[in-house]
């Protein structure tokens, strides 16, 4: 845990809290526990950091633009000493999409990942809170030790958006030779060896994507979606009807 995140665990923990902070901290926060509508003028911006660590349960930051949510992100995470998600917005593209960088996808659904993973504090701007939410997609979970059906692995990462490539060399691409499986989960910050042994996991190795450097070894790997809709075989027959359909009544201009 950083040194900034475990300060705000001990301040949380022996000052932190409506009715230690006096004032009017303690009937906003009988308020907010009655889940009574309240608002809150004039405050600053660590004031409101400050709110948002107080409360209970889950809660939405929303900020007015992506700086504002990065910053008021950093900030409840160290005043609160938990976990907080940053959903940032995903680019909206129409055409030239092959030529766009993805990242900003990934980020949103790595996020989002987390978010169904039980984080309870997220922090977003206001774009991305009117974007669409993708329901939760697939993942995979690597353990050492144990067996699965390594073709079964890489046909599954497909079909969850990630790309086979020669090499690994961006978020979201992975490649196989052999029994070693490169990838670079949307939801991790550096690319991973898996070595398999037949259908047995034996190691997980990180690496640095621009040194090769090894990082320690990891236990778990968990992978997780990179796209935000999956189609599934079942899925087809309902996609073609609804093509089909649609074509009846398209017009040429």
């Keep these: 845990m950083p040194k900034s995140a475990a300060y705000g665990v001990a301040l949380n923990k022996n000052f932190f809290g409506y009715e230690n902070l006096g004032g009017e901290y303690a009937s906003l926060g009988n308020d907010i526990r009655l889940g009574v509508p309240t608002a809150v003028f004039g405050v600053s911006q660590p004031h409101k950091y400050l709110l948002a660590a107080l409360a209970e349960g889950s809660m939405l930051y929303i900020a007015a633009d992506a700086v504002s949510a990065r910053k008021a992100a950093d900030g409840i995470a160290c005043l609160s000493g938990k976990e907080v998600v940053l959903l940032t917005a995903k680019d909206d593209v129409l055409l030239y999409k092959e030529a766009v960088s993805k990242d900003a996808l990934f980020a949103r659904l790595s996020a989002t990942e987390r978010i ?20 939760r997609g697939d993942s995979v979970v690597l353990r050492v030790g144990d067996d699965c059906d390594f073709a079964g692995v890489v046909s599954r990462l497909a079909a969850m958006g990630y790309s086979r490539e020669y090499e690994v060399e961006a978020r979201g691409s992975f490649a196989v030779r052999g029994d070693i499986l490169d990838i670079f989960p949307i939801n991790c910050e550096n690319p991973v060896r898996v070595d398999f042994f037949g259908d047995t996991v034996e190691r997980i190795r990180p690496y640095d994507v621009v040194s090769g450097e090894r990082l320690p070894e990891a236990g778990a790997l968990k992978i997780a979606c990179a796209a935000e809709a999956v189609i599934s075989a079942r899925d087809v027959p309902v996609v073609k009807k609804a093509l089909a359909d649609g074509l009846k009544t398209f017009r040429d201009v």
């Design 116 to 135: 169904y993973s039980g984080v309870c504090i997220v922090v977003c701007d206001i774009e991305s809170a009117m974007q669409l939410f993708p329901a």
